[in-house]
């Protein structure tokens, strides 16, 4: 499942995207229920809404976006949007937004686009993008807004902005605030309510910012200088969220941030990506298995091995009743 970064659940189905196909299977077999394809390729697809979004490339980007019903594979919207090549999708549960290094895109449930973020091609008004001639870092979106790191000429470090999801007008962003932060190579790892959390890797410093870009909190961060050496791919943090708390996978260890405030909570060494609920209880992909832990310290309940061949890079959970699915690269394996 080549074009799936995460695990894709929809109902009662597990969709794999590979090639210009999109299938629909049954969780306990792995059987096709339906398929959708085109004659083009894919470059990425996830949930929202409870449909299935898939972002084909046709000529220069992923221009494509075609919405599926999860349990017929009926389309139920359709848009050509301007989203790069190696876009992927964050949600905020309202909305959608295709990152990129120049635009951001974002898009509602019927998929008309709501808002556009940086240099727009074919440009109508000029003059409505408060920025140009920069280049975007990581993204992530909460509660209506999106977070992006913007490497602007004539900035001394890097600048965090949010903006609405959902301006007035779509072609005319609504800044929330945007701020030049302490230092280089910094990355939004996770959005809460009106706060706002990132890295910066030179202080080795975990920041969280209020809504209206007052700084609220530091948090000294212990994570090896190898896993901020670069941005993570297609600009998006491997993140997930329970009840209770966030989960940002560094590239070796799971941070788990309090959902209320952003503060981290505990960390957990040797994991191989972030944790899910799974039977009501958090799991977190580690070396040789998987690690059942308490949400509140992180404190090891058990651990089941899993034999995953050699395979030593990201794993990404997912849950589709009682089959928990492991994404490893491009390979989507279910466990039971």
Known sequence: SGA?????????????????????????????????????????????WGRLNAVYHKDVNCSEVTQLDPGTGRITAQRNGNAEMGTQLVNDGSHVT??????????????????????????????KQPRTGCTYGTVAMSSGKVGVIERCPGDPADRLTVYKAAPEKDDEPQVSFSSVLAGKRARVVAMSGDLTAVVLPDQKLLVTYNGDGTQRAAYPLDVPPSDLAQDPPSGVEATTQTAANVYWFSGSKVLALSRDDLSPRWTLSSAMGPGITFANQLVIPIKGGLAVLNENDGSTIRTVGVDRRGYSGVVRLGAAGPVLLEERGDTLTALK
């Open 4 to 48: 799936t970064p995460v695990p894709v659940v929809a109902g009662d189905a597990v969709a794999t995207a590979d090639g210009g196909e999109v299938a629909a299977r049954d969780p306990l077999t792995g059987q096709i229920r339906w398929h959708y394809a085109r004659d083009l390729p894919l470059c990425t697809m996830n949930e929202t």
């Open 98 to 127: 295709a990152t990129g290094k120049k635009l951001l895109d974002t898009w509602r449930d019927d998929l008309v686009k709501s808002a556009e973020y940086g240099e727009v091609p074919a440009l109508v008004n000029a003059g």
